[in-house]
């Protein structure tokens, strides 16, 4: 057996283990097979972490930087970023099973993200006020808000962890990320990349382990003044009641079960590459996958028949391989639900059009077929939850309202798409979609300019975009007194 890669946490500057020398295990989910050892922090670990954080907020170079130049270390960390995205795209596939051709190009385009954020760095300013007071100069400055928490999950790990610390960093805040369980290598490369881009030390630092005691630590610190969380519904729970212990500030960005709503008269070749992009890439482990596909009648069966072949056809295999379209699952737990709700759908009256089991030949790793089943109604599990895998659920529908009704009945409101060439379709239905993000015979597009986040249950808070430098900063507001004279009355409000 090869041996086994060993990571450190990155603590102020430094590679250390955690404080009692206990590891946990990272597995390749495309072969089960054991690769890398990771720290698993202990409470104390994370103490340490946020109180470097806290420092280097504080005093040090960081604190007294001026905004221009965070900005010219931010375009420092774009350019090695790209210099290692091979690297980076590499490990995360180890990491998460996912297709090294997309976790490499993620990790290229990623810079554009610190660049975007480094030009804003010194853009970020307050206001004066025509106030309604005599001799008053009233201003507002906006300030970095203080030790910033950042909890993600483990799919497009250094995507979701570049749309926090971006903005962050760029505001002038500090850092503690902790790294999914099961895509800690990832991350741990990552602390090297920052290294090498010359920060100062305790602006960043990355620390491993479960969500208890590693993110429970974190999110409860007294010394965390904003909890950036991206993840699942039962864990941002722990992570809001965990709020109420620091009154950090926090933003969610959650799950999905976003509807894809296809009209009668779509370009069938669009519609078809649009769903198979919003549900099969990625193997549907993406917060935004189009999980729920709504179909007007007309054109349903042709629909079905095109997409069942389509998906059949879909490549599934080694994603280090160039040739594969699809990889494992990343957790065997995830592969036990898949199979147990897809079977479920099939007792409770759902239809299976494709798939629906573990693809022949591949009895290593984490793999499931690419799956649709047509259901008769919203209320089984397979529409209602999210399964993050490749399982696709279809229902009809006659007309606009009943699209839009579908579309809705969920508690999520991530993402959703509409597939029309109708224009003024296409808005109406837009603006009906209670959903934070709509693409319009698209899907999947993502970019530094847009912002990214939900309604509903899939969060509050938006990532990307101009005002997410904001949710990292504090507006404090300063009245100056430009009278010469003395404050006449101090028993008279004015
Ligand atoms: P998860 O909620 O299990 O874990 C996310 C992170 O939270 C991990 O780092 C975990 O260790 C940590 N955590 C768990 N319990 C915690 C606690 N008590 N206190 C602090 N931290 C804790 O999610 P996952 O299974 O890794 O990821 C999948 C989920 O993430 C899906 O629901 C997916 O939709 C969602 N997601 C959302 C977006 C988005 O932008 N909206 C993007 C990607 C993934």
């Known amino acids: ?26 597995v390749n989910p ?20 946020v109180t470097a954080a806290h420092r280097a907020f504080t005093a040090g170079a960081w604190s007294t930087m001026l905004a221009t130049e965070r900005g010219v270390l931010l375009r420092k960390l774009a350019e090695v970023m790209k210099e290692h995205s091979e690297k980076l795209g590499e490990t995360e596939t180890t990491d998460t099973g996912k297709l090294l051709s997309e976790t490499r190009w993620q990790a290229a385009y990623l810079s554009t993200y610190y660049h975007y ?13 025509p106030i309604d007071k005599p001799n008053m100069w009233t201003m507002t400055v906006r300030e970095p808000i203080g030790v910033v928490a950042a909890v993600v999950p483990w799919n497009s790990q250094l995507f979701l962890v570049a749309v926090k610390i971006a903005p962050a960093l760029a505001a002038g805040n500090t850092v503690v990320l902790k790294a999914s369980e099961h895509a800690s290598a990832a991350m741990l490369e990552f602390g090297k990349v920052f290294e090498k881009a010359g920060f100062p030390p305790g602006v960043i630092n990355i620390v491993t382990g479960m969500g208890d005691p590693c993110g429970a630590a974190l999110t409860r610190h007294p010394l965390v003044d904003r909890i950036s969380f991206t993840g699942g519904l039962s864990s941002a729970r722990e992570i809001v009641r965990n709020s109420a212990e620091n009154f950090a500030e926090v933003s969610l960005e959650l799950g999905g079960k976003s509807p894809l709503l296809i009209f009668d008269d779509v370009d069938l070749d669009n519609a078809v590459n649009g769903i198979l992009l919003s549900i099969f890439s990625a193997t549907g482990q993406s917060c935004v996958a189009g999980s729920r596909l709504i179909v007007q009648e007309g054109i349903y069966d042709e629909l079905l028949a095109r997409l069942a072949e389509r998906a059949a056809g879909i490549r599934i295999g080694d994603p280090t391989d160039a040739n594969s379209q699809m990889g494992p699952l990343a957790t065997q737990a995830q592969l036990d639900r898949i199979e147990e709700t897809v079977a479920h759908a099939i007792e409770n009256g759902g239809t299976l059009i494709s798939g629906g089991k573990r693809p022949d030949g591949l009895e290593k790793g984490w793999y499931y077929e690419p799956t649709i089943v047509a259901c008769p109604h919203q209320e089984l599990k397979i529409v209602r939850e999210e399964m993050f895998g490749p399982v696709l659920s279809v229902l009809k529908f006659k007309d606009e309202q009943e699209a839009i009704a579908l579309g809705n009945d969920t508690r999520f409101g991530l993402a959703s798409g509409v597939f029309t060439r109708d ?8 603006k009906a979609l209670r959903t934070g993000i709509v693409w319009v015979n698209t899907y999947r597009m993502v970019s530094p300019m847009a912002p990214f986040g939900g309604y509903k249950d899939s969060g509050h808070g938006r990532e990307s975009g101009l005002e997410a430098i904001y949710d990292y900063t504090r507006v404090k507001t300063v009245w100056l007194n430009t009278s010469a004279d003395p404050i006449d009355d101090p028993f008279r409000m004015q």
């Open 117 to 129: 954020y480094a030009g804003l760095a010194d853009k970020v300013h307050g206001d004066t006020f």
């Open 30 to 49: 495309a072969t089960g097979d054991t690769w890398a050892e990771i720290p698993a922090a202990t409470a104390n670990d994370v103490d340490r972490a």
């Open 423 to 430: 224009i003024g379709r296409a808005l109406r239905v837009t």
């Open 1 to 26: 057996m090869a041996q086994l890669k060993k990571y450190q946490m990155y603590i102020n500057g430094e590679w250390v283990d955690s404080e009692n020398g206990e590891t946990f295990d990272s």
